[in-house]
């Protein structure tokens, strides 16, 4: 079982990107999952999560420009990110819980699935 996030590359700021997160694998659904990224010295961040039930929340710097959403029938999810901003830049690693504990936002020590990262940099 695995989550292939891709989408990542190099956009000047004001642009637009879309990340993807794949789940692969038999008989994985994932529950609830999330976006995070981080850059070289700070922790990773949250940027976007969402519930099985499709409930979503944001980062405060993020919010208004991205959206996250889920296709359960694809188990795949997306980040929608426009209006880029330098400060947007990192690597953008997809999170997903599959223990089924309910419809609830995760923290990060949540998620029993990671992806392996998409790098993300917006130019000024």
């Known amino acids: 079982v695995q989550l292939q996030a891709s989408g990542g590359g190099l956009v000047q700021a004001g642009g637009s990107l879309r990340l993807s997160c794949t789940a692969s694998g038999s008989s994985f659904t994932f529950d609830a999952a999330g976006w995070y990224r981080q850059v070289p010295g700070n922790q990773r961040e949250m940027v976007a999560r969402?519930?099985?039930?499709?409930?979503?929340n944001y980062g405060d710097s993020v919010k208004g420009r991205f959206t996250i959403s889920r296709d359960n029938a694809k188990n795949t999810m997306y980040l929608q990110m426009n209006s880029l901003k330098p400060e947007d830049t990192g690597v953008y690693y997809c999170?997903?819980?599959?223990?089924?504990?309910?419809?609830?936002?995760?923290?990060?020590?949540?998620?029993?699935?990671w992806g392996q990262g998409t790098q993300v940099t917006v130019s000024s």
């Open positions: 969402i519930t099985s039930s499709g409930n979503t």
């Open positions: 999170a997903a819980d599959t223990s089924g504990k309910g419809d609830y936002f995760r923290l990060i020590w949540e998620y029993n699935y």
